[in-house]
Nanobody, 121 residues
Framework: QVQLVESGGGLVQPGESLRLSCVASGSIFNIAAMAWYRQAPGKERELVAGITSDISTNYADFAKGRFTISRDRAKNSAYLEMNSLKPEDTAVYYC???????????????WGQGTQVTVSS
């Protein structure tokens, strides 16, 4: 089994920063893409940023210039550096990863349990 565990959320004021972490553990042979999603109350889950195995990145328009996604392959981890946070960034942030458990195996998508980010004065 594979587990994704997020951490780093919290309550911050507008303009402040947070760094989210996601660590994958369990039966892992390879992690392809990793991504961060978020879901605000009453809204659908949306992509924030993604990063591939060759470190190509993509960002939602609202994240460009403020958020940075990165990963550490040796630690099976991904990070989301969030700067200049706004109240509208308030949401539960989820880590997502495409993981195979063996050579030549299929990749399955896994989700973490989420970490709450609240931006409020």
């Amino acid at each position: 089994q594979v587990q994704l565990v997020e951490s780093g959320g919290g309550l911050v004021q507008p303009g402040e920063s947070l760094r989210l972490s996601c660590v994958a553990s369990g039966s892992i042979f390879n992690i392809a893409a990793m991504a961060w999603y978020r879901q605000a109350p009453g809204k659908e889950r949306e992509l924030v940023a993604g990063i591939t195995s060759d470190i190509s990145t993509n960002y939602a328009d609202f994240a460009k210039g403020r958020f940075t996604i990165s990963r550490d392959r040796a630690k099976n981890s991904a990070y989301l550096e969030m700067n200049s946070l706004k109240p509208e960034d308030t949401a539960v942030y989820y880590c997502n990863a495409a993981i195979s458990d063996r050579a030549g195996g299929y990749y399955s998508r896994y989700w973490g349990q989420g970490t709450q980010v609240t931006v409020s004065s």
